[in-house]
């Protein structure tokens, strides 16, 4: 009997055994000073971690999962949050993006309230940090402290919530973690390749002063083997083999959108990473930007159309 989740993550480990020993063999020929070879195999290792940790999370079933992804919102939030500056009068807005706005949202995600769960940050809690912010009596750039800081629960803790509410969904004859596996498999796979084309045949900047390492061959070489990698996995999903092209597609321009966003907001703070707590990668939401983008999109896709 096949199992189309397992299958992908012994897939997944095989290729993450094949990259650990070309990182191995490059540091012997080069040597362990190169810092290529060095942020190699330190993204390599991290991605060990990464793939580990979400697998036993979602063969865990829904609520382990959930509790994961909280977890991340929250570090994210919080990397965006350090880098963006703040005043006293922010107190008790921040306290209800902390304490009510991410716990709530993962909640109402747990007990499966897809109408409150759709509705309750973009509609409740964008009002309420708005009356939390007045409250703290500090009228100096109030409308554009407001902003920064609905717009980084909106994406920090909205946005990502939208991947494990996959596991919400009800689809024929598949399950929601196949459905979150495809959308992190091909979105991960997106950034991935998206920097080897670049590196390899990269010659056009695509936005050189928001992100320079984006280049159009990057953008279109890895967004094609993305999507190559989502239809050779549409096993996974209810979505046909050519359905799963186009589904694919909507997670790679999600993906890059919220690279490219991320980056120029980044760029704006004068600042290279979000933080420093993945080796080789930055920080969680270096990692999570793209998700953060394409899971909304590729869950009403699907809810739409296939369920």
Same mark, same amino acid.
């Given at each position: 009997? $096949?199992?189309?989740?397992? *299958?992908?993550?012994?897939?997944?480990?095989?290729?993450?055994?094949?990259?650990?020993?070309?990182?191995?063999?490059?540091?012997?020929?080069?040597?362990?000073?190169?810092?290529?070879?060095?942020?190699?195999?330190?993204?390599?290792?991290?991605?060990?971690?990464?793939?580990?940790?979400?697998?036993?999370?979602?063969?865990?079933?829904?609520?382990?999962?959930?509790?994961?992804?909280?977890?991340?919102?929250?570090?994210?939030?919080?990397?965006?949050?350090?880098?963006?500056?703040?005043?006293?009068?922010?107190?008790?807005?921040?306290?209800?993006?902390?304490?009510?706005?991410?716990?709530?949202?993962?909640?109402?995600?747990?007990?499966?309230?897809?109408?409150?769960?759709?509705?309750?940050?973009?509609?409740?809690?964008?009002?309420?940090?708005?009356?939390?912010?007045?409250?703290?009596?500090?009228? *100096?750039?109030? +409308?554009?402290?407001?902003?920064?800081?609905?717009?980084?629960?909106?994406?920090?803790?909205?946005?990502?919530?939208?991947?494990?509410?996959?596991?919400?969904?009800?689809?024929?004859?598949?399950?929601?973690?196949?459905?979150?596996?495809?959308?992190?498999?091909?979105?991960?796979?997106?950034?991935?390749?998206?920097?080897?084309?670049?590196?390899?045949?990269?010659?056009? $900047?695509?936005?050189?002063?928001?992100?320079?390492? $984006?280049?159009?061959?990057?953008?279109?070489?890895?967004?094609?083997?993305?999507?190559?990698?989502?239809?050779?996995?549409?096993?996974?999903?209810?979505?046909?083999?050519?359905?799963?092209?186009?589904?694919? +597609?909507?997670?790679?321009?999600?993906?890059?959108?919220?690279?490219?966003?991320?980056?120029?907001?980044?760029?704006?703070?004068?600042? $290279?990473?979000?933080?420093?707590?993945?080796?080789?990668?930055?920080?969680?939401?270096?990692?999570?930007?793209?998700?953060?983008?394409?899971?909304?999109?590729?869950?009403?896709?699907?809810?739409?159309?296939?369920?």
């Amino acid at each position: 009997m $096949k199992h189309p989740v397992l *299958d992908t993550f012994g897939a997944i480990l095989v290729l993450l055994v094949i990259a650990t020993l070309i990182g191995l063999a490059l540091r012997l020929v080069k040597g362990a000073g190169d810092a290529t070879v060095r942020n190699l195999n330190e993204r390599i290792a991290s991605w060990w971690v990464i793939v580990l940790i979400f697998g036993l999370a979602l063969l865990g079933g829904p609520y382990p999962t959930i509790l994961l992804f909280a977890f991340c919102a929250f570090f994210a939030f919080r990397e965006f949050i350090t880098l963006t500056p703040t005043r006293p009068g922010d107190y008790w807005a921040l306290l209800l993006a902390f304490y009510v706005a991410l716990p709530g949202q993962f909640l109402l995600l747990a007990w499966g309230w897809y109408g409150m769960f759709a509705i309750f940050i973009p509609v409740y809690m964008v009002f309420a940090l708005g009356a939390a912010g007045a409250m703290g009596a500090d009228t *100096d750039a109030f +409308l554009e402290r407001t902003g920064k800081l609905t717009w980084a629960v909106l994406v920090c803790i909205y946005g990502l919530s939208y991947a494990p509410a996959l596991l919400m969904l009800h689809v024929p004859g598949r399950t929601g973690a196949g459905l979150l596996l495809f959308l992190l498999v091909v979105v991960q796979a997106s950034d991935v390749f998206q920097y080897v084309f670049g590196k390899l045949f990269g010659r056009t $900047k695509l936005a050189p002063r928001v992100s320079p390492s $984006k280049t159009v061959e990057g953008l279109l070489g890895g967004g094609a083997t993305a999507i190559l990698i989502g239809m050779a996995l549409h096993g996974l999903t209810p979505f046909g083999f050519w359905q799963a092209g186009p589904m694919a +597609l909507a997670i790679v321009i999600g993906g890059f959108a919220g690279g490219l966003v991320l980056s120029a907001v980044k760029r704006s703070l004068g600042a $290279k990473d979000w933080g420093t707590m993945l080796a080789g990668h930055g920080g969680m939401l270096d990692r999570m930007d793209s998700i953060c983008f394409a899971a909304p999109l590729f869950f009403h896709l699907t809810r739409y159309f296939f369920t």
